[in-house]
C-alpha cells in the first residue's frame, strides 16, 4: 500500500475536526436537553417538595404536607424474620450477585402518632409501587412518582433466619453466598410523612402531586437526595462524552495547526 502524500495527511486531519465538532455538537444538544428536560422539572419538583406545607393532627388539608411524629401498628405483635420487633419492615434476601431472590415486608395496620393524637396511616391507598432506600452511597436514585421509604441504616447478615428460609420456601436456591437484609422501624423512632388527608386518614396523594407519598426517619434529607440523583445521572454521560470529545477534538487542533512540532 503506498504512503499517504501530505495532502492525503492533511484531508485526513480536517476530517477528524469535523467528526470532533459534529460529535461535540451533539454532546451539547444532549447536555441542554438534559439539563432543561430533566434537570430543570426536577429541580423544580424538590423545590416544591422542599416547601411543602407542614401540619399537624387536626389541621384541614387535602393536598400534599409535612408531617412529624411516630408510627405505631394495631398488629398485636409484629417482629422481622431476625425476631427483631418493629412497626413496618421490609426484609430480603440476595445472592452472591446481589440480586433479590425472596422479599417480604408487613406496612399495614398502622397509626400515625402526634403526642396524644392519631390518625390512620395509609400512605399505600392507591396500590402505587414501593422504593425502599437502601444504601447509604451518593449513587442512588429513586423516582419521584413512587412512594419512597427511607427506614435508616439496613442490616445485612450472611445468616438466613429460619423464618425467612420457611417463608421463602423453595424460593432460596443456592449461588454462593447468601445474604439476609432487613430495614425496620420501631414505635419509638420519629419519621417524618409527606402524605395527603382524606376523610380523616393519612393517605397517597393522587396522581399529579409532587410525590405520591413519603415515610423516612428523622429527616427527609437523605429522600431528596437519592431524588436528586435520578436527573443527575442522566447528565453524568453526556457531561462526560462532552469532556471527552473537546479533549480529542483540542489535541486534534493543536495537532493540525502544527503546535506539537
Same mark, same amino acid.
Given at each position: 500500500?503506498?504512503?499517504?502524500?501530505?495532502?492525503?495527511?492533511?484531508?485526513?486531519? *480536517?476530517?477528524?475536526?469535523?467528526?470532533?465538532?459534529?460529535?461535540?455538537?451533539?454532546?451539547?444538544?444532549?447536555?441542554?436537553?438534559?439539563?432543561?428536560?430533566?434537570?430543570?422539572?426536577?429541580? @423544580?419538583?424538590?423545590? =416544591?417538595? &422542599?416547601?411543602?406545607?407542614?401540619? $399537624?393532627?387536626?389541621? $384541614?388539608?387535602?393536598?400534599?404536607?409535612?408531617? $412529624?411524629?411516630?408510627?405505631?401498628? *394495631?398488629?398485636?405483635?409484629?417482629?422481622?424474620?431476625?425476631?427483631?420487633? #418493629? @412497626?413496618?419492615?421490609?426484609?430480603? @434476601?440476595?445472592?452472591?450477585? =446481589?440480586?433479590?431472590?425472596?422479599?417480604?415486608?408487613?406496612?399495614?395496620?398502622?397509626?400515625?402518632?402526634?403526642?396524644? #393524637?392519631? /390518625?390512620?396511616?395509609?400512605?399505600?391507598?392507591?396500590?402505587?409501587?414501593?422504593?425502599?432506600?437502601? +444504601?447509604?452511597?451518593?449513587?442512588? *436514585?429513586?423516582?419521584?412518582?413512587?412512594?419512597?421509604?427511607?427506614?435508616? $441504616?439496613?442490616?445485612?447478615?450472611?445468616?438466613? %433466619?429460619?423464618?425467612?428460609?420457611? &417463608?421463602? +420456601?423453595?424460593?432460596?436456591?443456592? =449461588?454462593?453466598?447468601?445474604?439476609? +437484609?432487613?430495614? &425496620?422501624?420501631?414505635?419509638?423512632? %420519629?419519621? !417524618?410523612? !409527606?402524605?395527603?388527608?382524606?376523610?380523616?386518614?393519612? =393517605?397517597?396523594?393522587?396522581?399529579?402531586?409532587? !410525590?405520591?407519598?413519603?415515610?423516612?426517619?428523622?429527616?427527609?434529607?437523605?429522600?431528596?437526595?437519592?431524588?436528586?440523583?435520578?436527573?443527575?445521572?442522566?447528565?453524568?454521560?453526556?457531561?462526560? /462524552?462532552?469532556?471527552?470529545?473537546?479533549?480529542?477534538?483540542?489535541?486534534? /487542533?493543536? +495537532?493540525?495547526?502544527?503546535?506539537?512540532?
Amino acid at each position: 500500500m503506498a504512503p499517504l502524500t501530505e495532502e492525503q495527511k492533511e484531508q485526513n486531519r *480536517s476530517l477528524l475536526i469535523i467528526l470532533m465538532l459534529l460529535c461535540s455538537i451533539g454532546a451539547l444538544i444532549l447536555f441542554d436537553h438534559g439539563v432543561f428536560k430533566k434537570l430543570y422539572p426536577s429541580v @423544580v419538583a424538590l423545590w =416544591r417538595l &422542599r416547601h411543602l406545607p407542614e401540619h $399537624r393532627i387536626g389541621d $384541614r388539608f387535602e393536598g400534599p404536607a409535612i408531617l $412529624r411524629g411516630t408510627i405505631e401498628t *394495631s398488629a398485636p405483635l409484629r417482629q422481622t424474620p431476625a425476631g427483631n420487633p #418493629s @412497626v413496618l419492615y421490609y426484609a430480603w @434476601v440476595e445472592d452472591h450477585y =446481589r440480586s433479590v431472590i425472596c422479599n417480604i415486608g408487613e406496612d399495614e395496620q398502622l397509626v400515625f402518632r402526634q403526642g396524644e #393524637s392519631t /390518625l390512620p396511616f395509609e400512605l399505600f391507598h392507591h396500590d402505587e409501587h414501593i422504593a425502599l432506600v437502601k +444504601k447509604d452511597g451518593w449513587l442512588e *436514585s429513586l423516582p419521584m412518582q413512587r412512594v419512597a421509604i427511607d427506614l435508616g $441504616r439496613v442490616s445485612n447478615v450472611t445468616t438466613v %433466619p429460619p423464618s425467612m428460609s420457611e &417463608r421463602c +420456601k423453595d424460593g432460596l436456591y443456592h =449461588r454462593g453466598t447468601l445474604y439476609y +437484609k432487613e430495614a &425496620r422501624i420501631t414505635s419509638s423512632q %420519629p419519621v !417524618v410523612v !409527606v402524605a395527603c388527608q382524606q376523610n380523616g386518614v393519612l =393517605r397517597s396523594c393522587p396522581p399529579g402531586s409532587v !410525590v405520591p407519598g413519603i415515610l423516612a426517619l428523622e429527616s427527609l434529607d437523605r429522600v431528596l437526595r437519592v431524588f436528586a440523583e435520578l436527573p443527575l445521572n442522566w447528565l453524568r454521560g453526556p457531561a462526560l /462524552l462532552l469532556v471527552i470529545v473537546m479533549g480529542y477534538l483540542c489535541s486534534a /487542533l493543536l +495537532k493540525h495547526s502544527g503546535g506539537d512540532s
